[in-house]
Structures are given as structure tokens and as C-alpha cells.
């Protein structure tokens, strides 16, 4: 029975042997790096190996494939703080929280 949505196989289903990983790692991370080869339009195929997930292309998407998650992977590492929050005025008291509510 042929998959539905074509993009999640099981190990030890038919795969062509034409297709090559570029990403292997957790569910939640291969959906993630899978939305970046969504983003640029390569077509990939995920497959549950053993306890993790794979990223498989066509071998002439492979170094774009890769190129891309390799620049995406790096983008990720950079931490970003919180911006400090900005009161325009410093020596009002923050409004306490609305605790009930008007009916006229």
C-alpha cells in the first residue's frame, strides 16, 4: 500500500537506492531541518532509521541539501538575548493586574 504522503517511510520499506542523507538526528530536529529544505523547494524523504531520523535527497540535491542545513545549523548555534523592556516611564508603577471587571 503505497504511502499517502509520500514523505515518511519506515525502515525496511523500498527505497530507491538514488536517494542520499544529509541530515540524520531526533524527530522534532528532522521536522525542523526538513522546513528548511521545504523553504528552498528540495524534495526530500524522511525515514525512521534505527532510533533516529533521516533526510534523504535526490544525489543532485545533495550538496545544496546540505549547504543549505550547514548554514542553517550555524545560524541556530547564535544565542540571542531577550531585549530589556522598555518602560517610557520609569518612575510610574507598573498597572496591577485587572483582578475584576465593570458592567454598567
Do not use: C
Not at 541530515?23 to 534505527?50: N, Q
Not at 550547514?70 to 523592556?85: D, H, M, T
Amino acid at each position: 500500500m503505497p504511502n499517502e504522503w509520500n514523505t515518511m517511510r519506515m525502515a525496511g520499506d523500498d527505497l530507491e537506492p538514488s536517494m542520499v542523507a544529509v541530515f540524520r538526528g531526533s524527530a522534532a530536529e528532522g521536522l525542523e531541518f526538513g522546513l528548511v529544505l521545504d523553504a528552498k523547494g528540495i524534495s526530500y524523504e524522511r525515514l525512521r532509521a534505527g532510533g533516529l531520523w533521516e533526510l534523504l535527497v535526490a544525489p543532485g540535491a545533495a550538496e545544496a541539501a546540505r549547504d543549505e542545513l550547514g548554514r542553517y545549523a550555524e545560524e541556530r548555534k547564535l544565542r540571542r538575548q531577550a531585549p530589556v523592556p522598555f518602560n517610557p516611564y520609569p518612575a510610574a508603577p507598573s498597572a496591577p493586574p485587572r483582578t475584576h471587571s465593570f458592567s454598567y
